[in-house]
């Protein structure tokens, strides 16, 4: 079963496979990282580690049972208790109900681990597939986004109050928490695997 664990140092590898391998496949939905990402990475995980040992973000990784990474979950921007979602899913990975199980999961996380109360994402208009993981895991539109914020393209801010039915989830060594529940997954969803209402984190500011 799938787990999702905090990024760690040794993730890098694992990372770095699932960005090439789906670069082209994440550049149909918003912006390519460009070549300075992949060519700079092993600083920009370095950067990433340092933000989340800061407090600035806490950066998850869905890992299969091969050990390799089938999404990318953040949280960032976090300030008073609220934070902004981002999010990306392998290729091989979409239609399984990934997605949506793993953001339910993130979200108990960010209330019990990481204090937060409410989280926020933003998604194009016609990312459909990322509004309809977002409504299943209990997010409501809040308003208009700035294009700036989903790749110059027109959008809307989703946004969830946690609560404190987000229970605590034990961790386990290395970072992993518990393994995904095939109840969480719904089977039927068919989503496109790339899903990202925010913009990723990257080195500086954390985006």
Same mark, same amino acid.
């Given at each position: 079963? $799938?787990?999702?664990?905090?990024?760690?140092?040794?993730?890098? $590898?694992?990372?770095?496979?699932?960005?090439?391998?789906? !670069?082209?496949? #994440?550049?149909?939905?918003?912006?390519?990282?460009?070549?300075?990402?992949?060519?700079? #990475?092993?600083?920009?995980? /370095? *950067?990433?580690?340092?933000?989340?040992? =800061?407090?600035?973000?806490?950066?998850?990784?869905?890992? +299969?049972?091969? &050990?390799?990474?089938?999404?990318? #979950?953040?949280?960032?921007?976090?300030?008073?208790?609220?934070?902004?979602?981002?999010?990306?899913?392998?290729?091989?990975?979409?239609? !399984? &109900?990934?997605?949506?199980?793993?953001?339910?999961?993130?979200? !108990?996380?960010?209330?019990?681990?990481? +204090?937060?109360?409410?989280?926020?994402?933003?998604?194009?208009?016609?990312?459909? =597939? /990322?509004?309809?993981?977002?409504?299943? =895991?209990?997010?409501?539109? *809040?308003?208009?986004?700035? $294009?700036?914020?989903? &790749?110059?393209?027109?959008?809307?801010?989703?946004?969830?109050?946690?609560?404190?039915?987000?229970? %605590?989830?034990?961790?386990?060594?290395?970072?992993?928490?518990?393994?995904?529940?095939?109840?969480?997954?719904?089977?039927?969803?068919?989503?496109? &695997?790339?899903? /990202? %209402?925010? $913009?990723?984190?990257?080195?500086?500011?954390? !985006?």
């Amino acid at each position: 079963m $799938p787990k999702l664990q905090r990024l760690l140092p040794g993730h890098a $590898p694992a990372v770095l496979a699932f960005e090439l391998a789906n !670069r082209s496949y #994440f550049a149909a939905y918003i912006s390519d990282r460009g070549d300075e990402f992949f060519d700079q #990475f092993t600083e920009q995980h /370095s *950067a990433l580690l340092a933000e989340q040992e =800061a407090g600035a973000g806490a950066y998850y990784v869905l890992v +299969g049972e091969d &050990g390799s990474v089938l999404g990318r #979950f953040n949280l960032y921007a976090i300030k008073d208790g609220t934070a902004e979602l981002g999010y990306r899913v392998a290729q091989h990975a979409a239609g !399984r &109900g990934l997605a949506t199980a793993t953001v339910r999961e993130l979200c !108990r996380l960010a209330a019990a681990r990481h +204090g937060l109360h409410t989280l926020r994402a933003a998604t194009s208009r016609e990312n459909t =597939a /990322s509004q309809k993981v977002l409504t299943k =895991a209990g997010f409501i539109p *809040a308003g208009p986004a700035d $294009p700036a914020s989903i &790749g110059g393209k027109q959008g809307t801010w989703y946004q969830r109050d946690l609560t404190a039915g987000d229970a %605590p989830q034990p961790e386990r060594p290395g970072g992993a928490t518990r393994a995904l529940r095939m109840k969480d997954l719904d089977l039927t969803e068919r989503t496109r &695997g790339f899903v /990202s %209402p925010a $913009p990723f984190p990257r080195v500086g500011r954390g !985006r």
